[in-house]
T-cell receptor
Framework: GENVEQHPSTLSVQEGDSAVIKCTYSDSASNYFPWYKQELGKRPQLIID?????GEKKDQRIAVTLNKTAKHFSLHITETQPEDSAVYFCAASRGSNYKLTFGKGTLLTVNP | KAGVTQTPRYLIKTRGQQVTLSCSPISGHRSVSWYQQTPGQGLQFLFE???????NKGNFPGRFSGRQFSNSRSEMNVSTLELGDSALYLC?????????????FGEGSRLTVL
């Protein structure tokens, strides 16, 4: 089955810096890659997603890039703010299979 | 529009007991997925139901089961509880058709097994 590896497990940055979280996946047939943000004590929420026919997608300060050949995708957050502090999860799924396989998460801390 | 509702929010059980958790999806959503969240393991997929049928299943033992009702509400059951079953159980709903898309999570049911 699909396996998603996520790095780093923790990341600490200064406010205003950029943060990058990377994920690799094992199933070359995977074609949907979402990112979820989970603030402390709250439910995970989708922040951005990308499909395999697109190499990059941006939404304000957040961007995701996908390299299908290398089977990895990354989340980029620019101009980080304290409210960006949370656990971020990457995930992958394929075709009509609605099962999402998640990475183990990255705890991002943005220091003011 | 009301979000995904899970009950109970917190519960404590002892080893060997069983537990039933409930999930009410967003109105109109026909797909309900269940995930187990533990520190260091992230979110692990349990199963997904669509129109009362299990559409996908994760790698959990048979002690974990679920079902979905005609109104799309779902329940999951864990029998013969073990200490390692202590976790946050998250339910998520989505429309379920038209390809993969956003999962809307509930706040979870936190199970503690003593």
């Amino acid at each position: 089955g699909e396996n998603v590896e996520q790095h780093p497990s923790t990341l600490s940055v200064q406010e205003g810096d950029s943060a990058v979280i990377k994920c690799t996946y094992s199933d070359s047939a995977s074609n949907y890659f979402p990112w979820y943000k989970q603030e402390l004590g709250k439910r995970p929420q989708l922040i951005i997603d990308i499909r395999s026919n697109v190499g990059e997608k941006k939404d304000q300060r957040i961007a995701v890039t996908l390299n299908k050949t290398a089977k990895h995708f990354s989340l980029h957050i620019t101009e980080t703010q304290p409210e960006d502090s949370a656990v971020y999860f990457c995930a992958a799924s394929r075709g009509s299979n609605y099962k999402l396989t998640f990475g183990k998460g990255t705890l991002l801390t943005v220091n003011p | 529009k009301a979000g995904v509702t899970q009950t109970p929010r917190y519960l404590i059980k002892t080893r060997g007991q069983q537990v039933t958790l409930s999930c009410s999806p967003i109105s109109g959503h026909r797909s309900v997925s269940w995930y187990q969240q533990t520190p260091g393991q992230g979110l692990q997929f349990l199963f997904e139901y669509f129109s009362e049928t299990q559409r996908n299943k994760g790698n959990f033992p048979g002690r974990f089961s679920g079902r979905q009702f005609s109104n799309s509400r779902s329940e999951m059951n864990v029998s013969t509880l073990e200490l390692g079953d202590s976790a946050l159980y998250l339910c998520a709903s989505r429309a379920g058709t038209g390809g993969p898309g956003e999962l809307f999570f509930g706040e979870g049911s936190r199970l503690t097994v003593l």
